[in-house]
């Protein structure tokens, strides 16, 4: 009887061997934990500097990621993120990533910026010369449709006028408008364009106002030429009481308002009759 228990323990011991043979056969250690892999991509290669790139990335076997290069920091192990440049050239971004087991996995791209196209220069092309009849105004003149190159917005300014008094002109905004023409004459407009970059064209419009030609209907001839005291026939010089004939024959026929030159030919007779 004892013998057979001594048999029964043997036994016992055997099969807890063998079973702990199979939990750990040879006693070998666990498979050891893959290295991390990652991938990065960006969504442009090539971008215009201040434009953005979005960077997206993944990993595996990854606890935590590290940016470097052309970006820094760390970084969860898979995301996206938009970068923007600074300046032109090439930029690297690389993304490392570790594990829990040995090794590390690394991954990066590329991005490349070219600079901004040059706008062309700032200029305003030729703008058509206007004229007009006395007591009509000029239609308005969008300045902003004879801009060319230059950078938005556009700033507009009316610089300079030569003769207000045959026509007086103003700029809102864009637009060239004027009063009613009350008088012969031209008046030249110096206008100017500024963009967003401070750079800056001129031109000019050209008003003319067309007055209406006094003709004596006595003599059949422009009156202008006896604004210098000379016949326009002979070219004899008239004398101030001659002029002064012809004058009042012209008002008392036309009843209209004499334009700017024999107004200038009164002037110069009353102060000739002071001399």
Known sequence: MKRWMLSSASLLVWLIGCGSNQINP??????????????????????????????????????SCTASNA???????????????????????????????????????????????????LSLAPIPSITLSLGTKIAQVDLSQFVQGGVAPFAYSLASQTTTTAVDCSLTGSIISSDYAYSGGVNTLMVQVMDSTQASASGTITVTVAAPLVVSPIYGIDFSPYENGQNPGSGAVLSIDEITQRMGLIESVWQLRLDSRVILARRRLRDAEFL
């Open 26 to 63: 040879a006693g070998k250690n666990p498979p050891p934990v893959p290295a991390p892999t990652v991938t990065i991509a960006a969504s442009q290669t090539t971008i215009t500097q201040g434009q953005s790139a979005t960077l997206t990335w993944s990993s595996t076997n990854a606890t």
């Open 71 to 121: 970006w820094s920091g760390s970084e969860p192990t898979s995301g996206s993120t938009a970068v923007i440049p600074t300046s032109t050239g090439n930029f690297t971004y690389v993304l490392t990533c570790t594990g829990n087991g040995n090794g590390s996995g690394q991954s990066s791209t590329v991005v490349a910026v070219n600079p901004k196209p040059q706008p062309a220069a």
